[in-house]
């Protein structure tokens, strides 16, 4: 049975992939990720939108998913789902990952510090303000 | 002992006040004249420098809006009152600075709100009104730390960290009139 011999490297391989994946993520910590979100509050809070929309539940969002804030017509067509994975994307660099936007931010490049922001958002959304 | 209380230290903030005023103003002077350089910026990248405008420019309205705010709520003594009415005024030509810039880029600059909405609930002392100030600051200094790497014009990229640098100033010294370490980090992110 080659063939199945096949599928079972494959197989093999994609779960030592998946392995690795796992373990090189960083893991975040919403305590620093609270002094990260500083960076953040020239246009967005929790609770309320800004310059920027609201953050209160951005974590499973659709992208441009807050009810009657003005998106840009990029982030309208951007179609996402905002998870640990595509905020780590966007988070690194907006204007890259969505040409257009008007998160007309660099990014922030060190991936740990992604992790923690993305942990403080998730958490965020389980407390006051957000709850 | 709060910063006021230090005699030294006000005229140490009067000075860095005018300072920021020349910066800016030089900033101003830097946007506002020799645009044929603008004017000859091309398609994706004017668009791209109009948009990061736009985004600075929605910022700076609120921010104006805040500082007007927090003039009016009655709980800012002075001399505080007078930091927060110079900021604001700060903040107000950096507005006009970025908005004549989308224009003459060929762009639309955007509009202030009609309504702000700010954490009212929150704000019952001067000290809080100062924090959210502080924060409001904070977050422009990363705000304009992200943008100036975008330009694709580099004259904007120097107007917007002269603007960075108000803000940074704005930030300590609100910072010192809490209390607190005016300039608690060696680096800004």
């Known amino acids: ?131 | 002992m709060s910063f006021f209380d230090y005699p030294n230290v006000v005229i140490a903030r009067r000075t860095m006040l005018a300072r920021s005023g020349a910066v800016l103003s030089g900033a101003a002077v830097a946007l506002l004249t020799g645009r044929d350089v603008l004017a000859a910026t091309a398609g994706d990248a004017a668009a791209g420098d109009i948009r990061i405008l736009n985004t600075a420019l929605g910022a700076e309205y609120e921010a104006i809006a805040a500082y007007q705010f927090g003039a009016e709520s009655g709980l800012l003594q002075k001399p505080v009152l007078d930091l927060a009415v110079t900021f604001q005024g700060h903040h107000k030509e950096h507005a006009d600075v970025l908005s004549k810039t989308v224009q003459k880029l060929g762009g639309a600059p955007v509009a202030a709100k009609a309504k702000y909405d700010f954490p009212v609930a929150t704000l019952k002392t001067q000290a809080d009104v100062l924090n959210f100030a502080a924060t409001l600051e904070k977050g422009a200094v990363s705000a304009y730390l992200g943008a100036v790497p975008l330009f694709a014009d580099r004259d904007l990229a120097k107007a917007g960290a002269s603007i960075l640098g108000d803000e940074a100033m704005h930030w300590a010294i609100l910072r010192q009139a809490l209390g607190m370490p005016p300039v608690p980090v060696a680096f800004m992110s």
């Open chain 1, 1 to 131: 049975m080659p063939g199945n011999i096949v599928q079972l490297a494959a197989a093999i391989a994609i779960a030592v992939s998946a392995s690795v994946v796992a373990v090189a993520a960083p893991v975040g910590n919403a305590k620093r990720g609270t002094d990260i979100y500083t960076r953040c509050q020239a246009c967005h809070a929790l609770d309320y939108n800004r310059t920027g929309p609201k953050h209160c539940g951005v974590v499973g969002r659709k992208s441009a998913g807050v009810p009657g804030f003005d998106y840009s017509t990029a982030m309208k067509r951007a179609n996402l789902t905002w998870d640990e994975r595509t905020l780590d994307r966007f988070l690194a660099n907006p204007p890259k990952m969505v040409p257009g936007t008007t998160m007309t931010y660099a990014g922030v490049p060190d991936p740990q510090e992604r992790a923690d922001l993305i942990a403080y958002l998730g958490a965020a959304g389980n407390k006051a303000p957000c709850r």
